[in-house]
């Protein structure tokens, strides 16, 4: 049996034992099922998509039955982000804002959804989210925050989820989903699946369709799943692109990784530096080739977002009619960065664009003759969830460091992968392996590697 480095079955895994006929789509449904319905997955769906997902294990079931072939996700559970549209049910991006939100009518999936559906997938509930997508913290005051599933058999604290996909990164840690649909716009999916020790990866933001999703920023927004291993991100994006992965194949030895210093190692807890530090002494012993850069580019990220960036002048686009009408309804933390979009002019929307596209070109550079970059996902272990919950200063400031190193990877329209890279019993870590615009199947191959390195060095 091939497992994740965290010793739980992968997607692929359970696809095998349907293939092998040591179990069925509506067992491994029924275990699904039963573990949303438990205290770890407690908050983390919205809604339950239960007779749909049943049916849909049945379905596979009597094509096993008849020796026909399986599709690929094989009727396994797969929890879907409350941003898309399922056929059925509402859509409310975890806001009160959008309670009355009319049910998609039959046929009515986003592109995303419909791809999953296609596959073969057992869709399980909408899950949680920070309203609308806007924090890489994972809180939510409408429908309660799921605390984080990765943490708790380590921890008797509770613990931030990670954000923005926090319902669907809890779903994946407490064994209701094998993979959820999420998106990312900077670092929503990289972020919780750092937090709760997952696999979690953002792909170049045009391989995958938007349409039929609620939009936090257009311009950097990516449909993308978190998952238990690498190889289940692959067989995921395969599913969500629409395309083959052509994976290189290269051994860890012919690897060259950079490895950036500027900001990105900054402020590390040590748990975090630890871990890193860890991952590159296994990397380096198993032969690859690591090279620490300067990537000063980094350093300017934040005086060009300095007005909020595209997400706030995108977003403010996007809700500001409903903002008029129900602005009462909204989180005030999430409204409030909303609301920095009013501020920013036409002129300063098209500048922020050429400057962004002059960065993209600096860093492209920069990072010639690299598979790819390495770095720590987030620069902390995930933080106690309690004190979030009232105190806004505390929740800006982690907010910030939160999505700090993988936001930078959104802004270069670049593809990530987040991977554990703590060692068994400590919580939590992240280790970010990114790269810039469609490199997306070198960087899986690279990342396969890495994962193999790691979990022989864990054995």
């Not at 809890?170 to 709760?196: C, E, F, K, M």
């Not at 198993?286 to 000063?296: F, K, R, S, V």
């Amino acid at each position: 049996m091939i497992l994740t480095r965290r010793g739980t079955p992968d997607l692929i895994e359970a696809r095998a034992r349907l293939l092998a006929g040591a179990s069925s789509a509506r067992a491994l449904l029924d275990e699904a099922l039963a573990a949303a319905a438990s205290p770890p997955a407690a908050r983390a769906f919205i809604r339950r998509f239960d007779a749909q997902a049943l049916a849909t294990a049945d379905a596979i079931d009597a094509l096993r039955s008849a020796g026909a072939p399986l599709p690929p996700l094989a009727g396994l559970a797969v929890s879907v982000k409350d941003l898309y549209k399922v056929a059925g049910f509402p859509t409310t991006g975890g806001s009160a804002a959008l309670a009355d939100a009319p049910v998609a009518v039959a046929g009515a999936d986003c592109a995303a959804v419909a791809r999953l559906r296609q596959a073969g997938a057992a869709l399980v509930g909408h899950t949680n989210l920070s309203e609308f997508a806007f924090s890489g913290v994972g809180l939510n005051p409408h429908h309660g925050t799921p605390v984080n599933a990765g943490c708790a058999a380590l921890d008797a604290t509770p613990r931030v989820p990670g954000g923005s996909t926090s319902g669907g990164a809890t779903s994946v840690a407490a064994g209701a989903a094998w993979a959820a649909l999420g998106s990312d716009t900077g670092g929503s999916i990289r972020i919780p699946a750092a937090l709760q020790g997952l696999v979690g990866f953002k792909n170049t933001q045009s391989l995958t369709p938007l349409e039929g999703c609620i939009p936090l920023s257009s311009t950097l927004d990516t449909s993308c799943a978190i998952t238990r291993s690498v190889r289940d991100a692959v067989l995921l994006h395969e599913v969500l692109a629409a395309r083959r992965v052509h994976l290189p194949g290269r051994p860890l030895a012919a690897l060259r990784l950079a490895v950036p210093r500027t900001l990105m190692l900054d402020g590390l807890e040590a748990p975090v530096a630890r871990a890193f530090e860890r991952a590159l002494a296994t990397l380096r012993q198993g032969g690859a080739q690591l090279h620490e850069i300067d990537l000063p580019e980094l350093d300017e990220l934040a005086a060009i977002n300095a007005q909020g960036g595209f997400s706030a002048a995108e977003s403010w686009a996007w809700h500001r009619e409903l903002l008029a009408q129900r602005g009462e309804r909204y989180d005030p933390r999430v409204a409030l960065r909303i609301r920095r979009g009013e501020a920013m002019s036409a002129a300063d929307y098209i500048e922020l664009g050429r400057l962004r596209r002059d960065w993209i070109t600096r860093v492209e550079t920069r990072l010639q003759g690299f598979e790819a970059a390495l770095s720590p996902t987030v620069p902390l272990v995930a933080p106690p969830l309690a004190p979030l919950l009232t105190d806004d200063a505390a929740f800006f400031a982690v907010n910030a460091s939160l999505l700090r190193n993988t936001a930078a990877v959104n802004f270069l329209d670049g593809c990530a992968l987040s991977m554990p890279c703590q060692a068994v019993g400590e919580l939590p870590v992240g280790l970010m392996v990114w790269a810039p615009a469609l490199h997306d199947d070198g960087l899986l191959g690279a990342a396969l590697a890495i994962e193999q390195a790691l979990a022989a060095a864990g054995d």
